[in-house]
């Protein structure tokens, strides 16, 4: 079965903080896709990046870095001096293939100015 | 630009009311799904289809029923609204045949009084 966990219920940081958002995941699929999804206070879910089993390297986006290590299980994304427009949910998730999605519960983030 | 719409985007209704959700894709993804979220909180999987004519519950057992009948459109109805059904409804498609990530609607709030 699969299944992902976010550790972080809530966190709040002042602006301009580096936070880490941790997510831990299961899986017994040897090919698996980890997603990352924002939900701001208006509801939508944003796509922010998909990275499949077999690619290690972190990726960065502007403020926005994730690392990827199979060896811990766990796909964090970190935001680099955050903004109160970083302020929302955030949402791992993993999927196989031929498979639905599996949400982590989320993290709230607030950042306060 | 949304390639996913929900309408309602909020919806108050008196209990007992029936009620359908729309959702519609212009993507030609032949997945979609339906989730339940309470403000902030866990996504459920409430319905989901992989095809016009295939529709099946999802993890979080519910009293809506859905239809698909075209592939774009995948409405979710409730018989008899009940206060319990407040909550946020969101729409998602997906590709198939690979691992992409969902693209979901801006939801539906659903309030029953």
């Known amino acids: 079965a699969q299944k992902v966990t976010q550790a972080q219920t809530e966190i709040s940081v002042v602006e301009k903080e580096d936070v880490t958002l941790d997510c831990v995941y299961e899986t017994r699929d040897t090919t698996y896709y980890l997603f990352w999804y924002k939900q701001p206070p208006s509801g939508e879910l944003v796509f922010l990046i998909r990275?499949?089993?077999?690619?290690?390297q972190n990726e960065i986006s502007g403020r926005y870095s994730w690392n990827f290590q199979k060896s811990t299980s766990s796909f964090n994304f970190t935001i680099t001096a955050s903004q109160v427009v970083d302020s929302a949910v955030y949402f791992c998730?993993?999927?196989?293939?031929?498979?639905?999605?599996?949400f982590g519960p989320g993290t709230r983030l607030s950042v306060l100015p | 630009e949304a390639d996913i719409y929900q309408t309602p985007r909020y919806l108050v209704i008196g209990t007992g009311k029936k009620i359908t959700l729309e959702c519609s894709q212009t993507?030609?993804?032949?997945?979609m799904y339906w989730y339940q979220q309470d403000p902030g909180m866990e996504l459920h999987l409430i319905h989901y289809s992989y095809g016009v004519n295939s529709t099946e519950k999802g993890d979080l057992s519910s009293e809506s029923t859905v239809s698909r009948i075209r592939t774009e459109h995948f409405p979710l109805t409730l018989e008899s609204a009940r206060p319990s059904h407040t909550s946020q409804y969101l729409c998602?498609?997906?590709?198939?045949?690979?691992?992409?990530?969902?693209?979901f609607g801006s939801g539906t709030r659903l309030t029953v009084v």
């Open positions: 998602a498609s997906r590709e198939s045949g690979g691992n992409y990530g969902y693209t």
């Open positions: 998730a993993l999927t196989a293939y031929g498979q639905n999605f599996v």
């Open positions: 990275r499949n089993s077999f690619d290690e």
């Open positions: 993507m030609g993804h032949d997945k």
